[in-house]
T-cell receptor, first 112, second 115 residues
Framework: GDSVTQMEGPVTLSEEAFLTINCTYT??????LFWYVQYPGEGLQLLLK?????DKGSNKGFEATYRKETTSFHLEKGSVQVSDSAVYFC???????????FGRGTSLIVHP | NAGVTQTPKFRVLKTGQSMTLLCAQD?????MYWYRQDPGMGLRLIHY???????AKGEVPDGYNVSRLKKQNFLLGLESAAPSQTSVYFC??????????????FGNGTRLTVT
């Protein structure tokens, strides 16, 4: 079946540091890939998405590129802010299933 | 546009009590999901629905029941609450999985404590 693996957290950074959160996946079909963000006390919300190989999703300074050859969708940001502190979830949707597959989430803590 | 609305936001139950969590969406989405989120466990799917009048079991369905009598509403019931059901419950909806414009839309959660 489908699966998503994210790096373990928490990831702790200082403000303005470079961020990478690794995400790899296995899928039987050709999935769409997503990053969601969950701020404290809130539900998940879509951060960015990509639907085919080499597509780059971007939003709020975050980027991720759909790499079919390495089955990866790593999340990056060049300069994090304290307000980026949240839990980030990588996910995929495969057209052959009604059920999206989520990673376990990676907590990001940004210190001033 | 309210999106996905969950009620109540907080609830404390005693072991053996029952309750219903309500999820309402105003986006005309076909698919709806109930998840629970526990520390270190990520999101676990309880039940889901692919349309009005249909429901299906997810990864952790035991102790829960659901109903989708109207397209916009998805109810999650706990018949006899247990301390193991202490969790944060999230409802989500989507137009159709697998399509680029069909990410999940989540509510803000219901925090349930069972004593």
């Amino acid at each position: 079946g489908d699966s998503v693996t994210q790096m373990e957290g928490p990831v702790t950074l200082s403000e303005e540091a470079f961020l990478t959160i690794n995400c790899t996946y296995t899928a039987t079909g050709y999935p769409s890939l997503f990053w969601y963000v969950q701020y404290p006390g809130e539900g998940l919300q879509l951060l960015l998405k990509a639907t085919k190989a080499d597509d780059k999703g971007s939003n709020k300074g975050f980027e991720a590129t759909y790499r079919k050859e390495t089955t990866s969708f790593h999340l990056e940001k060049g300069s994090v802010q304290v307000s980026d502190s949240a839990v980030y979830f990588c996910a995929l949707s495969d057209g052959g299933s009604y059920i999206p597959t989520f990673g376990r989430g990676t907590s990001l803590i940004v210190h001033p | 546009n309210a999106g996905v609305t969950q009620t109540p936001k907080f609830r404390v139950l005693k072991t053996g009590q029952s309750m219903t969590l309500l999820c309402a969406q105003d986006m005309n989405h076909e698919y709806m999901y109930w998840y629970r989120q526990d520390p270190g466990m990520g999101l676990r799917l309880i039940h889901y629905s692919v349309g009005e009048g249909t429901t299906a079991k997810g990864e952790v369905p035991d102790g829960y029941n659901v109903s989708r009598l109207k397209k916009q509403n998805f109810l999650l019931g706990l018949e006899s609450a247990a301390p193991s059901q202490t969790s944060v419950y999230f409802c989500a909806s989507s137009y159709r999985t697998g399509a680029v414009n069909s990410p999940l839309h989540f509510g803000n959660g219901t925090r349930l404590t069972v004593t």
